[in-house]
C-alpha cells in the first residue's frame, strides 16, 4: 500500500509519528494504521454553500462503511467547494481550483484510494481531473438529482425554469413573487439539477466512462438506493485497490469514444466538451472539439428528459437511466468494450438492459431526434466552436432554417454585447432595433475575458420581440451556457476575444451567414476591412476586459488554455500520473 510509506516506520519520520498521533485522536490506532489496510480518502464536496452536493455529508456515512467492511479504513476531508448558481463570477472560475487542491491532497497524504462526491457542474469534471493527475484508485459517487420538480401540474425541471420564467417576467405575464414561486418549484428536495443539464451529463458521462458503478448516476438523491449505491461503492473502492485498478486502466481513448456518443444520446450539456476534453488531456488522451462531432454528431437524441425534451430525473431513473440508454447503443454495435470500475466492460455491465418506459428512453431505431450531437463549426470569427443541435426548436428551424435553395444556412445582422453586464443594459432598449433578423453576439465572456467563462451565451430576444411571440434569436459567443438551457447558440468559441480571436473585430451592424451544413459562421467583412480592424485593435493594446477582483482571477488567467482545448491549466498538463510516495 501507498500509505504503507507514511504508517510502517514512523520512527524514520519524526513529523509522521506526530500525524499518527493525531490520527488517534478520532480512534484510530498503531495497529489499525499499520496493519497494510487500504486508506480510502473521501473528497467531500458538500457543505452549506454547496447544497447541490451536501447529500454527500449523509451518504459518507455508508460509504464509510462500505470502505469499514471490505477492510477499508476511511479518511474523510474537505476540498475547494462549488455551486454553480451562487459564485461569482462564475463558479467554473474555481473547477480548476478544486482540481488543484485534490490533486496536492491525493499526492501529500497517505492516501491509497479515492471516492469522488460529484454532483453540482464543476464538481464532477475537477475531481475526475484531479484522480487523473494522481492516478490512484478512484471511483465517483454522484449526489444524485433532485426529485421532480411541479407545478399546477406540469413537471418544472432546476435550471431550464429560469429560462422559461425570465421570459414570462420580460413579458409582464409574472411579478418577481410569481418568478420566485415558479422557480422555487423546481428544487423540491436534497440533490442536484433534475433536468438534463450539466450536473445530470457530467454524471451520466461518468458512468458512461466506466469510473461510477453501473447505474448509479441516475438515482434521486432522497431515494433509499442511492444509500445503497454509496455502501457499494465504498466497498467497491478498497477492492480496487488491492485490484490496483486506476482510473488510467478506465479512462482510455475508447472510454471517451463512448461517452461522447451517450453525450449525444442523453442530450447532454454543452459544457461537456469542455470538461471531457479537460479530464482526456489531464489523462493523457488527445481529446478534441472535432472529436465530439465525428464520433457524436450523428447518434440519435433517445432521452426525452428537459431541456431538449419533457421529463425529469425520477423518471429517467426508472426507466432505467444510463445502462438502459446504453443498452440501446451496444445493440447498434456503438459501444466498445471499456473497462469500468466494476472490474467489467461497459458492454458487459448494460447489454440487454432496455427501458420498458419508452416515453423516457426511446428506441435507437424511433428516436426523439436524429443526428442530435454536436456540430463543431469554423470561420473567419473563430477556430471552433459547438452548437448543440438536438435543441434546434420547429419554430426556430421554420424562422432561420427555411430558404428551400439553402435550407441550412441563414444570413442576419450583428447586434454585439461585450459581457453579460452591456447585454443587461442594452438588450431591452428600443434604439438597438434589434429584430428578428438580428444574431446577438457576446464576447469577453470565455476563460480569461470573464475569469473562469461565463454560462451567457444564450441571451433572451429583448422584450418587445418576445411580446410578438419571437422568443428565440441566434447567439453566438466565447463563453458558455447553462446545460439546462434549450437555446441552439453557437458557443465556447475559441479563441476568444480576450486572447486575439476574432469576435474582437466584430461590430454592430456587419452581415453574418451561417451555415450548419458547411459548419461555417462567417462575418462578411472583406478581408482588408479585418486585417484594418485588427491592427487599430492592437494598436490600442488588444481587446480590453475588467481586471481581476481575486488573486485567483489574475494567478488562472495568466495560465489558462481555451474553451475548445478543455479550459485547462497549461502547467498542470504535463503532469500525468504522479502516483508516488
Ligand atoms: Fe448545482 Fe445545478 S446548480 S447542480
Ligand atoms: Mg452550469
Request: hydrophobic share 40%; charged share 20%; aromatic share 6%.
Amino acid at each position: 500500500m501507498r500509505s504503507q510509506a507514511w504508517f510502517d516506520n514512523p520512527a524514520n519520520t519524526d513529523m509522521t509519528a506526530l500525524y499518527l498521533e493525531r490520527t488517534m485522536n478520532f480512534g484510530l490506532g498503531f495497529d489499525e494504521l499499520q496493519s497494510g489496510r487500504p486508506i480510502i480518502g473521501i473528497a467531500q464536496t458538500g457543505s452549506d454553500i454547496a447544497p447541490c452536493n451536501r447529500h454527500h455529508i449523509v451518504l459518507a456515512e455508508r460509504t464509510r462503511e462500505g470502505i469499514r467492511d471490505a477492510g477499508g479504513i476511511a479518511f474523510e476531508f474537505p476540498i475547494h467547494p462549488i455551486q454553480e448558481t451562487c459564485k461569482r463570477p462564475t463558479a467554473s472560475l474555481d473547477r480548476n481550483l478544486q482540481y488543484l487542491s485534490l490533486v496536492e491532497i491525493l499526492y501529500g497524504y497517505p492516501i491509497d484510494g479515492v471516492v469522488l462526491t460529484t454532483g453540482c457542474d464543476k464538481t464532477t469534471p475537477a475531481q475526475l481531473m484531479a484522480a487523473a493527475t494522481v492516478d490512484i484508485p478512484a471511483i465517483a459517487l454522484n449526489s444524485g438529482p433532485m426529485l421532480n420538480g411541479w407545478y399546477k401540474g406540469e413537471r418544472t425541471g432546476s435550471g431550464t425554469i429560469v429560462w422559461k420564467a425570465r421570459e414570462l417576467l420580460a413579458a409582464g405575464e409574472i411579478d418577481d413573487k410569481g418568478f420566485l414561486k415558479l422557480v422555487a418549484s423546481s428544487a423540491p428536495s436534497t440533490g442536484h439539477c433534475n433536468t438534463m443539464g450539466t450536473a445530470s451529463t457530467m454524471n451520466s458521462l461518468t458512468e458512461a466512462l466506466g469510473m461510477t458503478l453501473p447505474g448509479s448516476a441516475a438515482i434521486p438523491a432522497p431515494y433509499r438506493d442511492r444509500q445503497e449505491m454509496a455502501y457499494m461503492t465504498g466497498k467497491r473502492i478498497v477492492e480496487m485497490v488491492r485490484e490496483n485498478l486506476k482510473p488510467s486502466d478506465i479512462m482510455t481513448r475508447a472510454a471517451f469514444e463512448n461517452a461522447i456518443i451517450v453525450n449525444s444520446a442523453i442530450g447532454g450539456s454543452t459544457n461537456a466538451p469542455i470538461h471531457l476534453n479537460a479530464i482526456a488531456r489531464h489523462i493523457g488522451v488527445e481529446l478534441h472539439t472535432a472529436d465530439w462531432e465525428k464520433h457524436g454528431y450523428k447518434i440519435p437524441l433517445l432521452v426525452n428528459m428537459q431541456p431538449a425534451g419533457e421529463y425529469l430525473g425520477e423518471d429517467y431513473y426508472r426507466a432505467g437511466g444510463v445502462p438502459a440508454v446504453v443498452a440501446e447503443l451496444i445493440a447498434k454495435g456503438l459501444i466498445q468494450p471499456a473497462l469500468t470500475a466494476n472490474g467489467k466492460t461497459l458492454v458487459e455491465n448494460c447489454e440487454g438492459r432496455f427501458t420498458e418506459d419508452r416515453k423516457v428512453i426511446f428506441p435507437y431505431a424511433k428516436p426523439m431526434k436524429k443526428n442530435a450531437g454536436f456540430l463543431n463549426f469554423k470561420g473567419n470569427l473563430f477556430d471552433s466552436a459547438i452548437m448543440k443541435t438536438s435543441v434546434i426548436t420547429p419554430e426556430f428551424q421554420e424562422r432561420y432554417l427555411n430558404d428551400p435553395n439553402d435550407p441550412m444556412a441563414f444570413e442576419g445582422t450583428a447586434v454585439v454585447f461585450d459581457g453579460p453586464e452591456d447585454y443587461h443594459a442594452r438588450i431591452d432598449d428600443p434604439k438597438m432595433k434589434i429584430d428578428e433578423h438580428s444574431v446577438l453576439f457576446m464576447r469577453g465572456v470565455g476563460p480569461v475575458g470573464y475569469p473562469g467563462a461565463a454560462e451567457v451565451v444564450n441571451m433572451r430576444a429583448p422584450s418587445y420581440l418576445l411580446k410578438r411571440g419571437i422568443t428565440a434569436l441566434p447567439c453566438i459567443g466565447d463563453g458558455r451556457q447553462s446545460g439546462t438551457s434549450g437555446s441552439p447558440s453557437i458557443l465556447n468559441a475559441s479563441p476568444e476575444a480576450a486572447t486575439g480571436g476574432a469576435l474582437a473585430l466584430l461590430k454592430t451592424g456587419d452581415r453574418v451567414r451561417i451555415d450548419l451544413k458547411k459548419r461555417t459562421a462567417n462575418m462578411l467583412v472583406p478581408d482588408e476591412e479585418v486585417a484594418a480592424r485588427r491592427a487599430k485593435l492592437e494598436a490600442a493594446g488588444g481587446y480590453r476586459y475588467p481586471p481581476s477582483q481575486t488573486p485567483w482571477q489574475e494567478i488562472q488567467r495568466g495560465v489558462v488554455g481555451e474553451l475548445s482545448e478543455g479550459m485547462v491549466l497549461k502547467p498542470a498538463v504535463k503532469y500525468q500520473k504522479i502516483h508516488a510516495t
